[in-house]
């Protein structure tokens, strides 16, 4: 299947880039997780699962058990705070 990765504030600076398609294999978001942080690297860091880390599936926020369809939007952004 196709998914359509977003990444926001500090984990697109992190990464290098907002968004990238992904082709996988993956039934879950904790499947493209691990899929990600098995890249090693700044995905390894950045999407640790020891780090705060907010996860949205076509817009909506989802936990890592939320299931895929093909063309899914997933998107990773840290927890934001407001004043």
């Known amino acids: 299947?196709?998914?359509?990765?977003?990444?926001?504030?500090?984990?697109?600076?992190?990464?290098?880039?907002?968004?990238?398609?992904?082709?996988?294999?993956?039934?879950t978001v904790a499947e493209v997780r691990d899929e990600l942080?098995?890249?090693?690297?700044?995905?390894?860091?950045t999407l640790s699962r020891g780090r705060a880390v907010r996860?949205?599936?076509?817009?909506?926020l989802c936990d890592e058990s939320a299931p895929l369809r093909d063309g899914a939007e997933l998107a990773f952004f840290p927890p934001v705070t407001g004043g």
Do not use: C
């Open 55 to 60: 996860l949205a599936l076509d817009q909506t």
């Open 37 to 45: 942080l098995a890249r090693g690297g700044a995905y390894a860091q």
């Open 1 to 27: 299947m196709t998914l359509q990765l977003r990444f926001f504030a500090s984990i697109r600076e992190a990464l290098g880039h907002g968004e990238e398609t992904l082709q996988t294999q993956a039934r």
